[in-house]
């Protein structure tokens, strides 16, 4: 059990340090969330130095398996044995992997020392979340909401970018060494003036749970990362790896109705707007990542846009999510209500899917400008508000869980996003180049459906118009599949119960979804 102790000293504190403590939260989500996005445009400089071409999605996927598999372990070690403690290891972990894997001297380092960095950034993402909620009452939460959008809008423009910038001028170690300065900052911050309760939990971590979990994640994530491309859909070590994850699924959601203090409590699922936020969350993973990856492909090859600035590409998508996440947040605020946005955020994105399905060679960039805006839109309403409703479902106890829960299941969202759209993507692409430009168009495409600026200079005239005919049908069918995705995303937020936030005042005794413990919080900011 737990025993949880709390000093008038540190409730003194915490209102005059609420502001610091979120700053030092925002730089440690930049973290996580621009590291990715970096060292993409240091790869090729990376490879040219360390050599192991053959291994080059391993630096990747090293990242994404060890942040998947972490990620629900922090959130619970995060319950049991007090945030702040849990949220610094976490901070110290990422730092020690960013160092290691800034001096690494070859390919096999560099992808063990990027797991090393993956396992930290697991903690990053769920301990900002789950110490925003124990801050700061739900009802208030909705204020921080433009922050946190305008964290991730600055990573996914700005990345590209300051990857681009420090590699060509500081050298690809410096991607890994420039996180050692911001996350300093961010432990300094956190340590000296975040003041939460002080827990102890007599209990004893479930390990075995946590195994079980860790490989179901790992299989899944392969799975996704290596389907139709590394390996075929249907060849032996993709259904070994499906037979595996799902064995070690099974195996876990079993063992965790009899674990004395299980890594996920599957009661959590009792609440209908916790669940129906986990399904949310996943499909809005699934369109994101896959509207991010295709989007400036689809600009890049068809319009012409330079890949240097592919991360201003996305400015119309981001600068939308962020006006619209602002607007959720003040709103729900000010009238504690939030259905509305569930509602209107899925079916802004079905509509915008749809848009850009329409896309064809002859699309002007203010016409798909416009399109990704309705994208934008309808994320803005959901990137937050999932988290805010999923934290409101569950008791504080379960702060952690229910934080790390959500960001896993975004974070898998993700990756199925990326695997199913991108071998739609590829299928597509092959077909096209095969029908317009014969025995030709398939050779030019026979290693990868994606090519770069360089490659698609040198094509001749007939094959690289066949190109951007075949991109634009491969963008048309992915798109299509997500604005059918995204209606599962409308008939989930149309049963969302609108349960009173926490902090709004006091609430009758009600539906499940709303728990009753109150968190402690500052009341001003």
Request: proline share 4%; with cysteine; net charge neutral.
């Amino acid at each position: 059990m737990t025993d949880t102790t709390d000093t008038p000293a540190a409730d003194a504190k915490q209102p005059k340090s609420v502001r610091v403590v979120l700053l030092a939260l925002m730089i440690a989500m930049m973290l996580a969330m621009l590291d990715n996005m970096i060292i993409g445009t240091a790869m090729p400089t990376i490879v040219g130095e360390l050599g192991g071409l053959e291994h080059l999605s391993w630096v990747v996927t090293a990242y994404t398996l060890a942040t998947a598999a972490s990620t629900p372990l922090w959130g619970k070690l995060g319950d049991m044995y007090g945030r702040k403690g849990t949220f610094l290891s976490s901070i110290v972990l990422f730092l020690i992997g960013s160092a290691l894997s800034g001096m690494a001297q070859n390919m096999g380092e560099l992808i063990g020392f990027r797991a090393v960095q993956g396992l930290g950034a697991g903690g990053l993402m769920v301990g900002v979340m789950a110490i925003i909620g124990d801050l700061i009452p739900p009802r208030e939460r909705g204020k921080y909401q433009g922050m946190m959008a305008g964290v991730m809008a600055l990573a996914m423009i700005g990345g590209p970018l300051v990857g681009g910038t420090i590699t060509d001028n500081w050298g690809w170690r410096w991607a890994f060494y420039i996180n050692l300065p911001l996350g300093a900052v961010a432990l300094v911050a956190v340590s000296a003036v975040l003041h939460l309760p002080k827990k102890r939990s007599k209990a004893r971590i479930d390990y075995l749970g946590a195994a079980l979990l860790t490989v179901g994640i790992t299989a899944i994530v392969l799975v996704t990362t290596w389907g139709g491309t590394e390996y075929a859909w249907d060849s032996a070590r993709i259904m070994e790896l499906i037979g595996i994850g799902v064995a070690a699924l099974v195996g876990f959601v079993f063992w965790q109705t009899r674990a004395a203090e299980p890594v996920l409590p599957l009661h959590i699922f009792r609440s209908l707007n916790f669940t129906l936020m986990s399904v949310i969350g996943f499909i809005t993973g699934f369109v994101m990542f896959g509207a991010t990856l295709f989007l400036p492909l689809y600009q890049q090859s068809v319009q012409g846009a330079s890949a240097t600035n592919s991360g201003l590409l996305l400015l119309p998508m981001l600068g939308a999510m962020l006006a619209t996440s602002m607007v959720a947040g003040r709103v729900t605020t000010n009238t504690g209500r939030y259905k509305v946005f569930p509602v209107a955020g899925s079916a802004l994105m079905i509509v915008g899917l749809y848009l850009l399905s329409t896309m064809d060679t002859g699309t002007s960039r203010l016409t798909s400008g416009v399109f990704m805006a309705v994208v934008g839109l309808g994320m803005g309403c959901l990137m937050q508000i999932t988290m805010l409703v999923a934290q409101n479902s569950v008791e504080m106890k379960d702060m952690g869980v229910a934080s790390s829960s959500t960001t896993l299941f975004r974070t898998l969202g993700s990756s199925f996003g990326v695997a199913i759209m991108g071998a739609l993507f590829n299928n597509r692409v092959q077909d096209v180049m095969s029908e317009r430009a014969g025995a030709l168009g398939s050779k030019v495409t026979e290693q990868s459906a994606q090519l770069d600026a360089k490659s698609l200079e040198k094509l001749p005239v007939l094959a690289r118009e066949a190109y951007q005919h075949a991109v634009s049908a491969g963008t048309h069918s992915a798109f299509l599949l997500g604005a059918v995705v995204a209606v599962v995303a409308l008939a989930g937020a149309v049963f969302v119960k609108e349960v009173p936030l926490r902090g709004a005042g006091p609430k009758e005794d009600g539906p499940q979804d709303a728990p009753a413990a109150q968190p402690p919080v500052a009341e001003t900011v």
